[in-house]
């Protein structure tokens, strides 16, 4: 797959992860360091989007690398 494409994929699954992690509140759970927590949410959301779209785009390529004949009826 071409490297913009799979750039393209993995920021807009980034974004992604990140509008799912903005309603956590790591506060509870880091009361006295807010900025800690807000920087928490920022580094799981770059963690686990790059997990996701490398794991979407590598299913995508062994789709992509099944002989014909699996993919027919």
Do not use: H
Request: hydrophobic share 65%; with cysteine; proline share 7%.
């Amino acid at each position: 797959m071409a490297p913009i494409v799979s750039l393209i994929f993995t920021i807009a699954c980034i974004y992604f992860v990140f509008t799912l992690v903005r309603p956590l509140d790591l506060n509870r759970f880091m009361p006295s360091q807010p900025g800690a927590a807000a920087a928490l949410k920022v580094v799981l959301a770059l963690a686990l989007g790059f997990l996701l779209a490398e794991a979407l785009l590598t299913m995508l390529d062994w789709a992509r690398a099944m002989p014909g004949g699996l993919l027919k009826d």
